[in-house]
């Protein structure tokens, strides 16, 4: 028991050296919503690795954060804005909003629009298809 809550402290320490890095990356802003002035915590992008690493982390909203991690929370109309969000320049943040618009196309239509109107890097696609949301 001791040794998974040091490994889970340890697993936490290494995520918030990470914070400032993310931080600057986002501007301060959840990567996938763009919205400031809320509180933002570390996601790290399934499958998780062993040791955390950087460009499989995002800054996310708390709120964000609630959904992504109960996907059948995801409201529809509330992630429209991926539509912008897709063309980042930031691979992680395009591999999540591919993932959650492909979640969203099993009964969005415009989802699936999208989807077919994008092209990302393979590479992109490729971690995209490593797990579901």
């Given at each position: 028991?001791?040794?998974?809550?040091?490994?889970?402290?340890?697993?936490?320490?290494?995520?918030?050296?990470?914070?400032?890095?993310?931080?600057?990356?986002?501007?301060?802003?959840?990567?996938l919503?763009?919205?400031?002035?809320?509180?933002?915590?570390?996601?790290e992008?399934?499958?998780?690795?062993?040791?955390?690493?950087?460009?499989?982390?995002l800054?996310?909203?708390?709120?964000?954060?609630?959904?992504?991690?109960?996907?059948?929370?995801?409201?529809?109309?509330?992630?429209?804005?991926?539509?912008?969000?897709?063309?980042?320049?930031?691979?992680?943040?395009?591999?999540?909003?591919?993932?959650?618009?492909?979640?969203?196309?099993?009964?969005?239509?415009?989802?699936?629009?999208l989807?077919?109107?994008?092209?990302?890097?393979?590479?992109?696609?490729?971690?995209?298809?490593?797990?579901?949301?």
């Amino acid at each position: 028991m001791a040794r998974g809550y040091d490994s889970d402290r340890e697993r936490k320490h290494s995520l918030s050296l990470l914070g400032k890095d993310l931080a600057r990356r986002a501007k301060s802003r959840c990567e996938l919503t763009r919205v400031s002035g809320v509180p933002l915590v570390t996601y790290e992008i399934p499958p998780i690795p062993r040791e955390p690493d950087f460009d499989r982390c995002l800054l996310v909203s708390e709120h964000v954060l609630a959904q992504l991690e109960k996907p059948r929370a995801l409201v529809s109309g509330g992630w429209h804005h991926l539509k912008e969000v897709i063309w980042s320049d930031v691979p992680a943040v395009q591999t999540m909003a591919l993932r959650i618009l492909r979640h969203l196309a099993r009964s969005n239509p415009w989802a699936q629009n999208l989807i077919d109107e994008t092209y990302l890097d393979p590479e992109v696609t490729e971690r995209a298809d490593e797990a579901d949301l």
